[in-house]
């Protein structure tokens, strides 16, 4: 039996310690926001936070999560009041979306660590998350739009 701190709520789950996070998320959880891509870490899709930090939930063992606080895509918000949310909604960013999640939690990594990215910081931020759409222009754009809803709420 494992304790593991998800969005803020210990959670017993009694799996292999091997077992990665993603499906101890998706299946023993329920918390089905963070989705499997290719379950080699190339396109992340199952980005959460540890400890804030980015990480791909396909090749983490929950082991490996100790202590630390796992944040997914539903830890954000209750109620898609998160700054990056907002921008993703107002700008429409998503087409399939099935790579968004991800797309979302790498955002909120790096508006965290740098509040006012230029492109070329967000294009190295973003750059092992795939969108199999093409939406990059849109998630360049809302990233800049988060910033500036993240910054208003600071003032």
């Not at 077992?19 to 396109?43: E, H, N, Q, S, Y």
């Not at 921008?87 to 955002?107: F, H, K, N």
């Not at 190295?124 to 969108?131: H, K, L």
């Amino acid at each position: 039996m494992l304790t593991i701190n998800i969005n803020g709520s210990d959670r017993s789950v009694d799996v292999d310690p091997a077992t990665p996070l993603l499906w101890v998320l998706r299946d023993t959880i329920g918390l089905t926001g963070t989705k499997f891509g290719c379950g080699m870490a190339l396109c992340g899709a199952c980005t959460v936070h540890l400890d804030g930090q980015p990480v791909r939930a396909c090749v983490t063992p929950v082991s490996a999560v100790g202590t630390a606080k796992v944040t997914t895509i539903e830890g954000l918000s209750a109620d898609r009041s998160h700054p990056v949310q907002k921008a993703w909604i107002e700008l429409d960013v998503p087409q399939c979306g099935y790579c968004q999640s991800g797309q979302i939690m790498s955002a909120t990594a790096l508006l965290a660590a740098n509040p006012q990215p230029t492109d070329t910081d967000i294009d190295a931020a973003m750059s092992g998350n795939i969108c199999r759409c093409g939406t990059y222009q849109r998630i360049r754009a809302a990233i800049h739009r988060a910033a500036e809803l993240a910054a208003k709420e600071q003032s």
